[in-house]
């Protein structure tokens, strides 16, 4: 049987693109010009571009043309974590410790031991967690400025779980979700295990295009907005009271429910109300303590409208039974004595040292940030090329994430996010000496 034309073309370019003869961050023929050299029709050249994206190839960026991506990078460019290569240097993932926090486990383990109720945590606990400790993450959840009493919270295993048991309860597949252009990308992979659709709103400056949430709304049967008010990832905002307020009612008006995710809220001084204290009754509020303590800590919050926690509970009890009762018993210990107090504030002034060296360091290239947050946004200069500054990158033993995992819509911008949080302290400024060195030279390579 013969072989269709463009099926021809499309193997072609595999092969050159697979063998290294094409090489990351080439620029291809234009769509014209691919199908005058290859004798075929306009829309069939479209067609040889769109397969090879389909396969991972190429990237096509509308006004600059389709480029050869680095295929050497893995899936995600980075953000499917793997154990990284002895030696690499992480400026992908987060997960920010302080000296002296395995001292506070091997304590807290110590104390733990000599509890009365230890037997207790080996058996089956309460799908949304103890009594008591509701109570605990109320008071805690109060002093972020959100008042809840314990019957609105729920216990997950880490904020991950929260997001996901809150859409498993809330939602249904093909459902439409209004999120940021850029926004977390496991949000991203959630939506799409559970086959809803992100519809993406615009970035402004200080926040979300609210302007175009309600063309949104008009247009579609947008059902819920997730949403990051508070240190935003990746883009480090802090969206001011009024637009909290105006999102406030648009999701009233509009019948939306809002997903808050504050995984990074604790970094930012004094922020202005939580989305779910200013609207209550339709905002599901989720956090952990993940970044702000550690991330093999897998306790996170959720605090819900009343009528949607018995939802919420049964996606706990089918996903994971109940989070597990040792690491919540720690963590509500922690709670209680103000060491998770102490360790925020530490963090904090961590995350602004970390940022300074950034600012000083990355000075005269673009910068996204927040002063106290543990990332950096790095728009990159018009030729240069973001898979082919990763993979160079990943030479050099250093793993950095490119746009790509966290937007919402195609084309990705060309850009890099720089987590500041997980390298030892002495090595950030050089590593981000020669961040800035390949960026340089990717620009006018």
Not at 28 to 44: F, G, K
Not at 62 to 81: E, K, N, S, W
Not at 321 to 332: F, L, R
Not at 342 to 348: D, F, N, S, V
Request: with cysteine; net charge neutral; hydrophobic share 45%.
């Amino acid at each position: 049987m013969a072989v269709a034309r463009y099926k021809v073309v499309v193997d072609a370019f595999a092969a050159e693109i697979r063998a290294g003869r094409l090489s990351a961050g080439t620029r291809l023929p234009t769509h014209r010009q691919l199908a005058a050299r290859e004798h075929i029709a306009l829309v069939t050249a479209s067609r040889v571009y769109a397969e090879l994206e389909a396969m991972g190839l190429v990237s096509a960026e509308q006004g600059r043309g389709t480029f050869v991506r680095d295929i050497v990078l893995p899936p995600g460019h980075g953000i499917d974590q793997r154990s990284l290569a002895a030696g690499t240097i992480d400026l992908n993932f987060n997960y920010p410790t302080l000296p002296g926090q395995a001292d506070l486990l091997r304590t807290a383990l110590r104390e733990l031991a000599a509890s009365g109720d230890l037997e207790a945590l080996l058996r089956y606990q309460p799908h949304r967690g103890r009594p008591h400790d509701l109570a605990v993450v109320a008071r805690h959840l109060g002093l972020r400025g959100l008042a809840v009493s314990a019957e609105q919270v729920l216990i997950v295993n880490g904020g991950q779980h929260g997001l996901a048991t809150t859409l498993m309860a809330t939602l249904a597949p093909g459902d439409v979700i209004a999120a940021d252009a850029l926004t977390y990308p496991g949000f991203k992979v959630l939506a799409h295990t559970l086959r809803l659709e992100l519809a993406a709103l615009p970035a402004t400056p200080d926040g979300p295009d609210l302007d175009a949430l309600e063309q949104l709304c008009a247009q579609r049967r947008v059902r819920a907005v997730y949403s990051m008010p508070t240190l935003h990832n990746p883009l480090g905002w802090v969206m001011d009271a009024s637009a909290r307020l105006r999102l406030a009612a648009i999701a009233r008006r509009r019948g939306l429910l809002i997903i808050e995710d504050a995984a990074y809220a604790y970094l930012a001084d004094e922020p202005p109300p939580p989305l779910a204290a200013l609207a209550p009754d339709v905002t599901v509020y989720v956090s952990g303590l993940s970044k702000s303590v550690a991330t093999g800590l897998r306790v996170g919050f959720v605090a819900a409208p009343a009528p949607l926690v018995p939802a919420i509970e049964r996606a706990i009890r089918v996903t994971t039974w109940n989070a597990p009762a040792i690491t919540t018993a720690i963590a509500c210990r922690w709670l209680e004595d103000g060491t998770v107090g102490r360790l925020e504030a530490g963090k904090r002034d961590d995350a602004r040292v970390r940022q300074a060296i950034a600012r000083e360091v990355l000075a005269g290239l673009p910068q996204v940030s927040h002063p106290s947050s543990y990332f950096v946004w790095l728009p990159l200069p018009e030729e240069a090329r973001a898979d082919r500054i990763a993979a160079s990158l990943a030479r050099d033993h250093i793993s950095v994430a490119t746009a790509e995992p966290y937007a919402v819509s195609a084309p990705a911008p060309q850009a890099v996010r720089l987590a500041l949080g997980s390298t030892e302290l002495p090595s950030l400024r050089p590593t981000l000496a020669r961040v800035r060195q390949v960026i340089d030279e990717d620009a006018y390579r």
